[in-house]
DNA sequence: AAAATTGTTGATATTTTTTATCAATATCTA
DNA sequence: TAGATATTGATAAAAAATATCAACAATTTT
């Protein structure tokens, strides 16, 4: 699965990677620290430098992308594209929204300024529901 | 200006304090190393703790907000409530779009996941105007 | 206006986070 | 399977952020 993508951009297909590229998808959002913690689990002997060289050329390579948070550490998710994401300011939890379209917002920015706009991050903040029930 | 903000959250009106808020303005984004060196031009012996220190109040007392940036660090604005940015992919520079509405995006949010969100962060990337022409 | 109170500053130490280095090893190519 | 090349893991180094605390400044109280 992710074996085409990392051999398309001749970067090679190790066990390590591929574990921790399964496992932010597994994860959704993931933080340097928790993909750590998760990967060590598994290969207990892995570096910390590993999860930060390979996060460094996936995003570079837009296999993942960061997600940059207020007030912490950004996370990683797999790159499906342009979404909205929500942050929780209570629990701190981060979630996709995936039925807002952010075209528009876009081409009423480009109509403005009269200049191309390649990408849109949209971070929401609220209390989750669940937060809200508790 | 700055003195009854401070007043009213009762943070003493230092003049490092006021001269940090004055700058953040002029420069309209500043990051913490560049407020540094901006503020030691005046303050000389300026601790960069105390830079840290402030920006921290200053964003909980909602008198700043942290934009945080992809692949970088976060910078600082003066909070003027939500509003739109944009990121030279080339030269890096954050400016400030002020005429796009970000209601109907928070509204949308709102109408799917049934519950409030308090605050909206847009980023938009691609090349500036003056990136573009050179 | 001086004294008391309280918060802030600056200096520095400490901690945390990130990057660099490099030999050993694993992946991939031919 | 051998050779070329990239990746890993260990660790050192650098960079960024936080903690500590005495001296000082702002504000309040008397």
Avoid: W
Wanted: charged share 30%.
């Amino acid at each position: 699965m992710y074996d085409k993508m990392l051999r398309e951009r001749e970067l090679k297909v190790t066990p390590q990677r591929i574990f921790i590229l399964e496992e932010i998808r597994k994860m959704g959002h993931a933080g340097i620290e928790d993909l750590h913690d998760k990967v060590k689990e598994v290969y207990s002997s892995v570096s910390l430098a590993t999860i930060y060289k390979n996060i460094h050329i996936l995003v570079e390579e837009n296999i993942l992308r960061e997600v940059p948070v207020h007030g912490r550490k950004s996370v990683y998710e797999i790159n499906i594209g342009d979404h909205v994401h929500m942050c929780c300011t209570k629990c701190g939890e981060i979630t996709d929204i995936m039925n807002i379209d952010t075209r528009p917002m876009i081409l009423e920015a480009e109509r403005q300024s009269g200049q191309p706009y390649e990408r849109i991050a949209v971070m929401l903040q609220g209390v989750c529901s669940k937060c809200r029930n508790n």
